[in-house]
Structures are given as C-alpha cells and as structure tokens.
C-alpha cells in the first residue's frame, strides 16, 4: 500500500514538471515544504533528466526546486507560528502534548533551530515537516529563512545534477535513497511510540 501511495505521488510530481515546466518544479516543491510529500527526489532527479533532454534549462531547474522549498517552508513556518501553537494549546492535550511540551520545543529550537532548520533541509522526510514546528516554536524567522535558504542547495543541486548526469536512467538513485527515507521514517515512527507510551505511563501515574 505504502510503494502504491509512493507511485502515485511521484506520478503527480512528473506530471505536474510534464505540464507546466520549471513552474511545476516551482510548485511541486513548494508542496513538498508544505508538509505534503510530494517525493523532492522525483522532482529534481525527472527535472533534471529533462533539462538534460534539452526540455528544460538545468540553472533553472535548480533555482525553480530552490525557491520552492523556501517558499513553501516560509508559509509553513507562518502557518506554525500563527494558528498551530493556538491549536496546541487549547487541543494538544488529546494528543498527548501539553504547554510544558511547547516550552521545551521552544528552547530546544532557540538552541539548536539553526542547525535543524539547515540539516533537515538535507534529510528525505524530516525535510518536509521541520518547518512547521520550527513555526509553533517561533524559531527567529530571519534565522530560520537564512538557514533554510542555504540547507536547500546542496539536496537541490545534488539531485539536479543526479538526474542530468543520469538521463534516462534517472530512477537509479531512488532505490539508493529510498531505504533511507524509510529508515528514518521508521525512526520517526518509534519516538512518536515512545513519546505516547510515556506520557500515557506519566498520566496514568497520577
């Protein structure tokens, strides 16, 4: 069910790139950063092949995926800083999440947002999420803009050049980086697991 999922998702990704070009890049992208996973490594790697088959400019490409993503974190980000720390707030004791919670992503994000802001921007699945609690933390946004503009370029150019090089047998890095992705998906999985058993244990206590 989850390779289905995968597929459909990177047939829209193409799909979009097929139909409106460097836009589709643009666009795709920014979903990608808009906590939707749409796969950024389908992105830039077709973006690529197709700037190698003379269909679209390889600068471009780049820049297109690049702008994308801060575009798509910055909304992100506002989306965190605005309505999602009220919604913790108020609702987050259903899911487990209570005000002291908050206050230790706030500091945590105070000490260490520059660095996550910058390295999850290089990390498939991390990299779609990390702006909204970098939002909910209220991360210093020109810190966060700065750190996520220049996390963006190396995964960007990487899989750019990925696919340019590559041409037609662009699909060959996936299964490379596919097993990483589920890797730390799987590791995100299981601190979300600990994180309820805990405080499902903390409240039981009491």
Avoid at 22 to 49: D, Q, R, T
Avoid at 57 to 80: H, Q, R
Avoid at 97 to 116: C, L, P, Q, S, V
């Amino acid at each position: 069910m989850l390779h289905a999922l995968i597929e459909w998702l990177s047939a829209i990704a193409t799909g979009l790139i097929e139909t409106f070009g460097h836009w589709g890049i643009f666009w795709g992208m920014l979903i990608e950063s808009a906590c939707i996973p749409l796969p950024s490594e389908v992105i830039m790697l077709y973006g690529g092949f197709m700037a190698e088959k003379g269909l679209l400019s390889f600068w471009p490409v780049f820049w297109a995926g690049v702008f994308g993503n801060l575009v798509g974190s910055v909304l992100t980000y506002w989306i965190g800083a605005s309505g999602g720390r009220t919604f913790l707030m108020k609702y987050g004791k259903y899911i487990l999440i209570n005000e002291k919670h908050i206050h230790t992503a706030d500091r945590w994000f105070a000490k260490y947002g520059d660095w996550a802001a910058f390295f999850g921007r290089n990390l498939p699945v991390i990299r779609t999420f990390i702006s909204l609690p970098a939002g909910i933390a209220k991360m210093n946004f020109w810190k966060f803009t700065v750190y996520t503009f220049v996390g963006c370029l190396p995964w960007n150019l990487a899989l750019t050049w990925a696919g340019f090089k590559l041409g037609t047998n662009w699909h060959a890095v996936e299964p490379y980086i596919k097993p990483f992705s589920y890797g730390i998906l799987g590791l995100i999985i299981l601190a979300v697991l600990w994180f309820v058993y805990k405080n499902l244990r903390t409240r039981f206590a009491h």
